[in-house]
Each structure stands twice: as structure tokens, then as C-alpha cells.
């Protein structure tokens, strides 16, 4: 309580200014190097997600590298060896296979 009624003694709005720009400064910092750059990467990924089809060969984030066999709504079901077949929530893929 008594820093604000410091600002206001001081220098009235001029000190408060002062107090909040490096505030706002740092987080418009962070908004540009760290927010902005990851909405892009989920949005990117996103549109990778709505366009894998069958036999597109994805990596999940549990590590699993496998070829789809199906698109559900919410699933994927891909082939991970010859005979083993897995069920994985859309979410739970993270990219293509690198070639």
C-alpha cells in the first residue's frame, strides 16, 4: 500500500508509467519469442493432423512409428508392426515420419 501512494506523491502518473513500461515491455518480449512462435507450431500442426490419410506413416508422442489404416473421428488406428494394430487419439500424434 505504501508503494502506490509513493507513486502518487512523486510523480503522480508520470511515475506510475515508468513502474509499469518495463512490465509491459517483458511481456511483449515474451509474447513474441515464446507465445506467438507456439500458436504458430499448434496451428501448423493442427492442419497436419486434419489432412494425414491412409498410409501416411506418423509419429506419436508416446515414440510409436506406424502407418494409418483408418481415420475416426477422434482416432487414428495405425499399424505399428505387421500384425499389431493400435488405436491413438488424434492428439496423441505429433508429426509425419521423416523420409
Do not use: C, H, W
Not at 48 to 53: E, Y
Not at 70 to 97: H, P, W, Y
Request: hydrophobic share 45%; net charge positive; aromatic share 12%.
Amino acid at each position: 500500500m505504501n508503494i502506490v501512494l509513493l507513486f502518487f506523491q512523486e510523480g503522480g502518473s508520470y511515475g506510475i508509467i515508468t513502474a509499469i513500461l518495463p512490465f509491459v515491455f517483458i511481456f511483449g518480449i515474451f509474447y513474441f519469442l515464446v507465445i506467438l512462435p507456439q500458436k504458430k507450431q499448434k496451428q501448423q500442426l493442427q492442419e497436419l493432423i486434419t489432412q494425414l490419410k491412409i498410409n501416411d506413416e506418423v509419429v506419436t508422442n508416446g515414440g510409436i512409428i506406424g502407418k494409418i489404416k483408418e481415420v475416426r473421428d477422434t482416432s487414428f488406428i495405425i499399424q505399428s508392426a505387421e500384425k499389431s494394430f493400435l488405436e491413438v487419439g488424434k492428439s496423441a500424434v505429433v508429426g509425419k515420419k521423416a523420409e
